[in-house]
T-cell receptor, first 113, second 115 residues
Framework: SQQGEEDPQALSIQEGENATMNCSYK?????LQWYRQNSGRGLVHLIL???NEREKHSGRLRVTLDTSKKSSSLLITASRAVDTASYFC?????????????WGAGTKLIIKP | GAGVSQSPRYKVAKRGQDVALRCDPI?????LFWYQQALGQGPEFLTY????????KSGLPSDRFFAERPEGSVSTLKIQRTQQEDSAVYLC?????????????FGNGTRLTVT
């Protein structure tokens, strides 16, 4: 079953603009991860944020986590054509087995040149 | 270093045929997962191995699906008597540990089409 829900489902922006994607989840968690998937490829891990963290940065990526609202956001700054991909959040519930990740349906991001 | 390798990349099977999908995880990774991904959806959990032990197979859709990892490295997902609804991308992922705090490394998947 899917716990995470990303929104928007699809996002199309001009190169150079910032892209923001959101993820909401239902149960309390230990960790939340973001992954990128290019068309026809596997998923690539981007960033992991723990439940006791509020913000994390990696290059042009910024992730925030609000456990009170059970939501996270992924911000990509100064977008480039190579950022065109689908982005997924995945959570591990602190009530279930700790290896199980629950995935959202993803946000499809298109960067227009 | 080498990543997770899956073969074949594409497989077309006639309904009723058996198929076997292979996954070579990253060397030394304890945990191995199989996921099924439908078009436009996130991965759906199928099964989980810790070394050679299959600790969770709760996501396997039916008893036609079988997975093994006999020596704790390479894994095979077998689907017997394939049906059209089995058409999907099958993703394999490995991680150093088994916890949700350990990032997954994915292969590029096997796209299965059942005709």
């Amino acid at each position: 079953s899917q716990q995470g829900e990303e929104d928007p489902q699809a996002l199309s922006i001009q190169e150079g603009e910032n892209a923001t994607m959101n993820c909401s989840y239902k149960t309390s968690i230990n960790n939340l991860q973001w992954y990128r998937q290019n068309s026809g490829r596997g998923l690539v891990h981007l960033i992991l944020i723990r439940s006791n963290e509020r913000e994390k940065h990696s290059g042009r990526l910024r992730v925030t986590l609000d456990t009170s609202k059970k939501s996270s956001s992924l911000l990509i700054t100064a977008s480039r054509a190579v950022d065109t991909a689908s982005y997924f959040c995945a959570t591990d519930s602190d009530m279930d087995s700790n290896y199980q990740l629950i995935w959202g349906a993803g946000t499809k991001l298109i960067i227009k040149p | 270093g080498a990543g997770v390798s899956q073969s074949p990349r594409y497989k077309v099977a006639k309904r009723g045929q058996d198929v076997a999908l292979r996954c070579d995880p990253i060397s030394g990774h304890v945990s191995l997962f199989w996921y099924q991904q439908a078009l436009g959806q996130g991965p759906e959990f199928l099964t989980y191995f810790q070394n050679e032990a299959q600790l969770d197979k709760s996501g396997l859709p039916s008893d036609r699906f079988f997975a093994e990892r006999p020596e704790g490295s390479v894994s095979t997902l077998k689907i017997q008597r394939t049906q059209q609804e089995d058409s999907a991308v099958y993703l394999c992922a490995s991680s150093l540990y088994g916890s949700g705090g350990s990032p997954l490394h994915f292969g590029n998947g096997t796209r299965l089409t059942v005709t």
